[in-house]
């Protein structure tokens, strides 16, 4: 399969990206537990405190999140050197090529590189979407039973500590 071979890299949303994000679908069973890069993009370039990221395989966008510091943060945690996980989604079309666990086992070393002073990211994911908290465990987060009611029912809390 020639889509695996592509190089898998993290990088920081730029408008060349545009086109291909906006065209990003979910099923609604996945639709229902986080957002398109479609209904973020705008928002979040208005918001500083929201850094939006984009997994490539090879030069192609194939997943989307933001990493989200400040006021959002404390919401779940009281570490000031943590970032907060939200908005993950891959694109459907790419989906069972391994590019969340890939793009997300790139997450440490690149938060290290660009958010000097992280030293843990953490994710809210409903207890109901069991494929996401398998996909987050086996990329290094880590649930330690924190939970929080969010608009959708229960939510894990699951952090990634960076060392």
């Known amino acids: 399969m020639e889509e695996t071979k592509r190089i898998i890299e993290l ?3 730029k408008p ?3 086109d291909v994000l906006l065209e990003f679908q ?9 957002a398109l890069p479609s209904g973020i ?8 405190s929201k850094h939006l990221l984009v997994i490539l395989a090879g030069d192609i966008p194939v997943g989307f999140f933001v990493l ?3 006021n959002r943060v404390m919401d779940y945690t009281e ?20 590019y969340a666990k890939k793009g997300l086992r790139l997450l440490p070393a690149f938060v290290s590189e660009h958010f000097k002073g992280i030293n843990e990211v953490l994710l809210a994911v409903n207890k109901k979407n069991t494929a996401a908290q398998i996909a987050y465990k086996k990329s290094g987060f880590i649930d330690r039973g924190q939970r929080r009611m969010g608009p959708k029912g229960e939510q894990l809390i699951f952090q990634l500590p960076l060392i």
């Not at 993009?41 to 500083?48: F, G, L, Q, S, V």
């Open 11 to 13: 990088s920081k949303y």
């Open 68 to 70: 989200n510091e400040g």
């Open 79 to 98: 570490n000031i050197h943590a970032l907060l996980l939200s908005a993950f989604s891959i694109n459907f079309s790419e989906q069972g090529k391994g």
């Open 16 to 18: 060349e990206h545009l």
């Open 26 to 34: 979910l099923p609604e069973e996945q639709a229902q537990f986080t």
């Open 41 to 48: 993009i705008k928002k979040a370039n208005e918001d500083p």
